[in-house]
């Protein structure tokens, strides 16, 4: 039979289906609202600015990724051991994880604001800036570099948050931040007339917002444990532990985020040989990114909100809930990526209009783009749910090849070989394969411990009925 359960703890004894949309739904809210955000940031760039400023946007955004890398390996790695803990009723301990990794969220943030602010100029130019997109790209870049700070601090406090049993909450934080970007983004763009610097203002102070509101949730509200100032200090074990659990999603953001500035730059060079040019395939490509990231954020949210209901069971042994919250969600994302696949591929034109584009080839270029780049993003529920299974189970190492699988070993060489023979539509067949190959390989690494859970639940009812 299943481990021994806490006695009131809902994450044991209530059903799983209504556990996941209890827990995933406040996370698909959180992912929908942060993705819509970047996309009406390219919005308002596109309406007012034009494409050489949305270009700029997506120059910039590898910066966001590095936000996003840092708060998901040390939020989701401790946030993961952390859960686990507290199903073996280790307070302690889950304190001292908590702790480690809000002292390396402070240290880290501060030291890439800094080195990202001093090298802002060259690393733009690294990113694929041409010198029509710099002039919008660097004042953007300027106060995006002074809010990586916060950006690591708010979305890493935020796994905690959802891990001390308050998805809600979690959502909350992270709204606020978006919601607060979105309302003055117009405001500083059109009315105080900031141009691509009150874009970036509005995103900076939204981060500020969701990083108070995250500090005064850890201050004031946090119940599963009791946090003191002697927690709040590195610790190499739960260092270790922190990063070997995080690794995985952390690569995959930063492989995300060389991969894109490796598109970036392929479009760039194939893009200038082309009738499109480098600037129009640039910002294409860029709105085409937003909108999947958008239309894909619920299969996130779902992925990452489950991280409680794995790591609680697989902590109390009940790993027959554990392989069916894993094979549920999995089934669940299949389906709204399949839906997003059908939206985008039917509808290119018509999506692309909202960013105001007053260029033939920036809508020519980017149904091209969709038709061919997202040719399988119907499959790309995969990898993320099944990484974020795997790193809630604690296998860090098979998390992490998961991680790498799709933007380290595929599409970065994919990205670099294939224009050398197809032009600019090598840049966007490394998509498509990628995403193909990828969903056959982690299919089967999935249903693969899907099974090793039903053997473990199937050898503990054995042993619980022996005399």
């Keep these: ?80 051991r952390f859960s686990i803990l507290l199903g073996k009723g280790e307070t302690e301990d889950a304190a001292k994880i908590i702790g480690t990794s809000i002292s390396w969220m402070v240290l880290l943030g501060v030291v890439v604001t800094v080195v990202t602010s001093v090298c802002m100029e060259p690393m733009l130019y690294l990113f694929g800036a041409t010198d ?29 948050i959802r891990a001390d049993g308050e998805p809600k909450f979690a959502t909350y934080v992270l709204v606020a931040g978006a919601v607060f970007n979105m309302v003055f983004d117009p405001i500083f763009l059109f009315i105080f007339d900031m141009g691509m610097s009150g874009i970036a203002l509005a995103t900076l102070l939204g981060q500020l917002l969701s990083t108070v509101l995250a500090a005064y949730y850890m201050l004031k509200r946090f119940h599963s444990v009791k946090l003191q100032s002697r927690h709040l200090r590195p610790r190499a074990v739960e260092t270790a532990t922190i990063f070997s659990l995080g690794i995985a999603v952390f690569t995959t953001h930063i492989l995300a985020m060389i991969a894109q500035i490796v598109q970036m730059n392929g479009l760039k060079t194939y893009g200038a040989l082309s009738p499109y040019g480098s600037e129009i395939t640039i910002a294409a490509a860029g709105a085409v990114g937003k909108i999947i990231i958008v239309l ?112 380290g070993i595929l599409l970065i060489p994919l990205l670099l070989l294939l224009p050398k023979v197809f032009g600019i539509d090598g840049v966007l067949l490394a998509g498509a394969i990628s995403d193909g ?14 099974k090793n859970l039903t053997k473990l639940q199937a050898a503990q009812e054995q042993t619980a009925q022996q005399p």
């Design 1 to 80: 039979m299943d481990g021994k359960a806490l006695p009131g703890n809902p994450l044991a004894t209530e059903p799983i289906k209504k556990l996941i949309w209890k827990y995933a739904i406040p996370g698909i809210i959180t992912q929908i609202i942060s993705a819509l955000h970047n996309i009406v940031d390219q919005v308002f760039v596109g309406w007012g600015i034009g494409d050489n400023g949305i270009a700029a946007t997506n120059i910039v955004f590898p910066l966001t990724s590095v936000v996003i890398a840092l708060s998901t390996l040390l939020g989701i790695g401790a946030a993961a």
């Design 437 to 450: 190959v990828t969903a056959i390989v982690v299919l089967w690494v999935g249903l693969r411990e899907a």
């Design 132 to 160: 029509l997109i710099m002039p919008y790209a660097a004042p953007y870049a300027h106060l995006i570099c002074i809010g990586l700070f916060f950006g690591v601090l708010s979305s890493g406090l935020s796994y905690f």
């Design 296 to 407: 894909l954020a619920s299969v996130i949210g779902i992925a990452i909100g489950c991280q409680p209901i794995y790591g609680f069971n697989l902590g109390q042994k009940r790993y027959g809930r554990v392989r069916e919250t894993y094979l549920t969600v999995l089934r669940y994302g299949t389906v709204i990526s399949a839906a997003a696949f059908l939206l985008v591929q039917l509808f290119p034109r018509q999506i692309l209009r909202m960013f105001g584009s007053e260029n033939e080839l920036f809508y020519v270029f980017g149904a091209h783009y969709i038709h061919i780049f997202l040719a399988c993003i119907f499959l790309n529920a995969l990898q993320p749910i099944t990484s974020n299974f795997c790193t809630a189970m604690g296998k860090a190492n098979l998390a992490f090849w998961l991680a790498v699988l799709r933007q």
